[in-house]
C-alpha cells in the first residue's frame, strides 16, 4: 500500500510517500518568510503552503518515478494546528483523494508526533510513556495503544519550544529560538545565571516564569553585557528549561513503573536534553533529525497504522484547530 502523506498545520510544508510502512522520500519546506516577524504569521504561512504544496508533490513523484495513478491512500493532517494552514493541506488531500476515489485518513498532528520515533526505530510494546515538546505543546502521555492515550500532565502556560522561542527573540537571535539558542549555549556557561526550575505540582508544566526571569535578569543587563553574556544566557535558559521536563519526566517514570519513552517534538532534536536523557536508566527513544519538527513523513506512518485497523476518515472531517488527543 503507497501512501501520500501531506502536512500543513503550521509552517512546514511537508510531504511524504511511505509504502507498506517503509518511508520512500519525505520532503519538508520550512517557511523562512516568518524569521523577520519572529513568529508563525497564519495568513503569510497559508499563502506560502498553497504556493508549495502542488510543486512540491510533482517533484516527489518526478523523482521517486512512482505515478499518481500507484498511490493507494492519502493521509493529511486536520488538526490541532493553524486554521487557515490546515485547511490546504485537508482540502487537497479530500479532493486528491475523492478524484482518484481512494481512501483518504485524517490525522491528529500529536498522535503522529508520539509514533515519530517508530518510523525508523522499532516500536515499543505498550503501554510506554511519551514526553511531547514542540512550539506549541509540552505534555507527558501514557500511551495505552493506538487511539488509546492517557494524559499525566502538560504546560499550564507557554510550550517548551514556544519559551526558546521567545528568549531567542527577546536576546537578539533567530527564529525558530530552539536551533539558536542550542549553538549560542554551546561556548556559554549553563550556571552562569541562576534561573529557577519551573516545577508546577504533579506532572503539569510551567514556563511563563522561566521567560520572566530571564526577561527581568536581561534588564539587568548593560548594553554591553546583553551582547557578551549572550551564550550563557543561553546556556543557562536551556539548561533549566531542558531539566524541567527531566524532573516531570522522572516522576512520571516512578509513578507509572514504566521505563520506555518515546519523546518526540520538535525540542526533542535538542542535544543537551538527549545528553541529559541518556544519563537516565531509562529505554527512551527519539526521532531522527528530520522526524523531530513537523513532516508528513509521521503524518503517512500513522495514517498506515491507522488505515491498516480498517480505519478511515469521511470526506466532511472538519480541520479541527484546537484537536486534542
Ligand atoms: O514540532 P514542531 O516543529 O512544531 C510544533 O508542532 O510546534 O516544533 C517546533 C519547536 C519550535 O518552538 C522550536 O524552537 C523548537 O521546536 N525546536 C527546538 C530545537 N529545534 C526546534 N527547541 C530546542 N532545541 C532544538 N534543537
Ligand atoms: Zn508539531
Not at 116 to 135: A, M, N, Q, Y
Not at 201 to 221: A, I, M, N, P, R
Not at 233 to 262: M, N
Not at 282 to 309: C, H, Q, R, S
Amino acid at each position: 500500500m503507497t501512501i501520500l502523506g501531506i502536512e500543513t498545520s503550521c509552517d512546514e510544508t511537508g510531504v511524504a510517500l511511505l509504502k507498506d510502512g517503509t518511508l520512500l522520500t519525505n520532503k519538508v519546506y520550512s517557511q523562512e518568510v516568518h524569521t523577520k516577524f519572529g513568529g508563525v504569521v497564519p495568513e503569510i504561512a497559508s499563502r506560502e503552503h498553497i504556493r508549495k504544496l502542488l510543486p512540491m508533490i510533482n517533484s516527489m513523484l518526478e523523482e521517486t518515478t512512482i505515478p499518481l495513478s500507484d498511490i493507494d491512500a492519502i493521509a493529511a493532517t486536520y488538526g490541532p494546528g493553524l486554521l487557515c494552514c490546515l485547511l490546504l493541506g485537508l482540502n487537497f488531500a479530500k479532493g486528491l483523494s475523492f478524484a482518484l476515489d481512494i481512501p483518504f485518513i485524517g490525522v491528529n498532528h500529536l498522535e503522529a508526533h508520539i509514533y515519530s520515533p517508530f518510523i525508523k526505530e522499532e516500536e515499543f510494546t505498550p503501554p510506554f510513556l511519551s514526553l511531547l515538546v514542540s512550539g506549541g505543546h509540552t505534555q507527558l502521555i501514557k500511551v495505552n495503544g493506538l487511539g488509546d492515550y492517557e494524559l499525566l500532565g502538560h504546560t499550564l502556560d507557554d510550550a517548551c519550544g514556544e519559551a526558546f522561542d521567545k528568549v531567542s527573540k527577546l536576546i537578539g537571535l533567530g527564529y525558530p529560538g530552539g536551533p539558536w539558542i542550542e549553538s549560542w549555549a554551546e561556548r556559554g556557561d549553563a550556571f552562569a545565571f541562576d534561573f529557577p526550575v519551573p516545577d508546577p505540582e504533579g506532572l503539569d508544566f510551567s514556563y511563563s516564569g522561566l521567560k520572566t526571569s530571564v526577561l527581568y535578569t536581561y534588564q539587568e543587563l548593560s548594553q554591553e553585557e546583553r551582547i557578551r553574556l549572550i551564550p550563557d544566557i543561553a546556556a543557562s535558559f536551556q539548561r533549566v528549561a531542558i531539566e524541567s521536563l527531566i524532573c516531570k519526566l522522572k516522576r512520571a517514570i516512578d509513578r507509572t513503573g514504566l521505563h520506555s519513552v518515546s519523546v518526540a517534538g520538535g525540542v526533542s532534536a535538542n542535544k543537551f536534553l538527549r545528553e541529559r536523557l541518556r544519563e537516565l536508566d531509562i529505554n527512551w527513544v527519539a526521532p531522527e533529525e528530520p522526524f523531530t519538527t513537523d513532516n508528513a513523513a509521521m503524518i503517512a506512518f500513522l495514517g498506515y497504522k491507522l488505515l491498516k485497523t480498517g480505519s478511515k476518515s469521511d470526506l466532511m472531517l472538519r480541520a479541527t484547530p484546537r484537536l486534542t488527543l
